[in-house]
């Protein structure tokens, strides 16, 4: 019989997949046979037929696992699902589906990893909150919550309610995303805190700020815009963003290095600025890693003739700038299969922070 984790969370994008595809390689060395299966999957992409979450498809290519990809993302939850479900009930044995599929991959592996979705209470509204998916699987949880002392043990304590009322038990627990600069003194108060609510800590993630930095493919991608330009920094990490809302001279004494500007696109003189720079005309030692046309407002030929030449990567959205900009900044990076250089940092990451050997033998 396959032994089992449940990875939870506080709260959503905590990391979750990070520590699952962190713990996944690490724990490769010890188990030889590891599946995956992400029971309920919010955001998901059309695979082979199935509806399958995004994250399943991810751990499936990184690691090249063999389960049935359906197996590992057995309920996708698509628009509308939710005002069925309350205004029909259940069209689908969603419980049984979940329990047949996790049954199927534990047959042909050593070790199955589970990811939650969200916080224990998510999914309450289906009957199926994280805690009680795991009761229905029979598996302890990893409990994960991010940043600061108090704030992590609060989260933890609130989330453990709700899984000990299913009668679940936590194996151990891990915070995630603590600052560089604060890590040797939150991580020794936060271990103690938890530790004295009786609960094991299995490490402490620093903040690696690269994680959270998309590039201009992925804003595209995520925020469903149009590409005007495709230019050659469309893969460049966006790691900052500057509403171009004032003259040219006092805009560029906040350019950083791969910068994101956002201008309406009657801005000729900002455009000529952006191009200058990006085709080394000037002395900055700085670069765009691109445009963001706001307003729908089409450049006019003189500006798309410089935005070509300078190879500038160039979005354009109906949006106006203010609102652009605010879901750009509030948008959640997902990690994909092609990054690599991300991919090799959580590894790396989880390898000298977890202490895997606690995690091992927690495990039932």
């Known amino acids: 019989m396959a032994k089992k984790i449940f990875i939870a969370a506080t709260m959503q994008n905590d990391g979750k997949t990070t520590v699952s595809l962190g713990l996944i390689a690490a724990l490769k060395k010890r188990f030889k046979r590891i599946g995956f299966i992400k029971p309920i999957g919010q955001r998901y992409l059309v695979e082979q037929g199935y509806k399958v979450d995004e994250d399943s498809i991810l751990i499936e290519e990184v690691f090249g696992i063999k389960c049935n990809i359906?197996?590992?993302?057995?309920?996708?939850?698509?628009?509308?699902?939710?005002?069925?479900?309350?205004?029909?009930?259940?069209?689908?044995d969603h419980?049984?589906?979940?329990?047949?599929?996790?049954?199927r991959i534990s047959r042909d592996n050593d070790l199955v990893i589970i990811e939650g979705t969200g916080h224990a209470g998510v999914g309450s509204v289906l009957n199926l909150s994280n805690a009680a998916v795991a009761k229905l699987l029979g598996a302890d949880?990893?409990?994960?919550?991010?940043?600061?002392?108090?704030?992590?043990?609060?989260?933890?304590?609130?989330?453990?309610?709700?899984?000990?009322?299913?009668?679940?038990?936590?194996?151990?627990?891990?915070?995630?995303?603590?600052?560089?600069?604060?890590?040797d003194r939150i991580s020794t108060l936060v271990k103690k805190g938890l530790e004295q609510k009786g609960l094991?800590?299995?490490?402490?993630?620093?903040?690696?700020?690269?994680?959270d930095i998309p590039t201009m493919r992925e804003i595209k991608e995520e925020l469903r815009i149009q590409t005007l330009f495709e230019g050659n920094s469309f893969d460049k990490?966006?790691?900052?963003?500057?509403?171009?809302?004032?003259?040219?001279?006092?805009?560029?004494?906040?350019?950083?290095n791969?910068?994101?500007m956002i201008i309406p696109g009657d801005r000729e003189d900002m455009i000529a600025a952006v191009c200058s720079i990006?085709?080394?005309?000037?002395k900055k030692d700085y670069s765009f890693s691109g445009l963001i046309i706001s307003g729908g407002i089409m450049p006019d030929k003189g500006s798309m003739e410089r935005l070509i030449k300078s190879n500038v990567s160039v979005l354009i959205t109906k949006e106006d700038t203010y609102k652009i900009a605010s879901r750009v900044h509030s948008m959640v990076v997902k990690l994909k299969p092609q990054d690599t250089e991300k991919i090799k940092i959580i590894v790396d990451m989880v390898e000298k922070c977890i202490d895997i050997d606690k995690v091992i033998a927690s495990l039932k």
Do not use: H, W
């Open 278 to 282: 990006q085709s080394g005309k000037t």
């Open 70 to 92: 359906k197996d590992m993302s057995p309920i996708a939850i698509e628009r509308g699902f939710t005002e069925r479900f309350i205004e029909k009930g259940a069209e689908e």
């Open 141 to 183: 949880v990893l409990l994960i919550s991010s940043g600061g002392v108090g704030k992590p043990i609060d989260e933890i304590m609130l989330n453990k309610a709700l899984f000990d009322k299913e009668g679940v038990n936590i194996a151990g627990v891990m915070v995630n995303k603590v600052r560089p600069e604060k890590y």
């Open 237 to 256: 990490p966006v790691e900052n963003v500057l509403i171009g809302a004032m003259n040219v001279k006092d805009a560029m004494q906040f350019v950083r």
């Open 258 to 260: 791969n910068t994101l």
């Open 95 to 103: 419980a049984g589906q979940i329990a047949d599929a996790c049954e």
């Open 200 to 211: 094991s800590v299995f490490g402490v993630l620093p903040y690696q700020k690269i994680l």
